[in-house]
């Protein structure tokens, strides 16, 4: 639904459920998913979880590290989509739709990349 979304309008998506979460769906179906799966191929939710943030925020102890460690990273967060967006040309010279197509567009190969490095940079020692 997310992903629709981001065709109408710019979107930084995130998926931050366990792994286990995306594989087939609810416990009640996974026994008939297995047997459609057969038939047709499933790859889980999408889009995949982006363990890394996710990991990210739940190394974190105290509710003081927890609120420095969303500071640090949304920091490293918008300033990085900024240079990711400088780097697409010139897309705010787009249509509003357009611009969010072309975002959505790079983000679906990119996405991955990005919030690894945004991650990285948002690695902080916190004192406890």
């Known amino acids: 639904m997310v992903h629709e979304q981001a065709a109408l309008v710019f979107t930084l998506p995130f998926n931050l459920r366990a792994a286990n979460e995306s594989q087939g769906g609810p416990p009640y179906l996974r026994f008939n998913l297995y047997f459609i799966s057969l038939l047709i191929p499933l790859g889980g939710a999408y889009p995949h979880p982006d363990t890394d943030v996710a990991n990210y925020f739940l190394q974190s102890t105290t509710r003081e590290n ?62 406890s």
């Open 66 to 127: 927890v609120r420095c460690r969303f500071a640090v990273f949304f920091k490293h967060l918008f300033s990085m989509v900024q240079e990711e967006v400088s780097r697409l040309g010139k897309p705010l010279a787009l249509e509003e739709t357009c611009f969010a197509v072309t975002w959505r567009t790079h983000l679906d190969s990119h996405r991955s990349r990005l919030y690894k490095e945004i991650v990285a940079k948002s690695q902080v020692r916190l004192i």
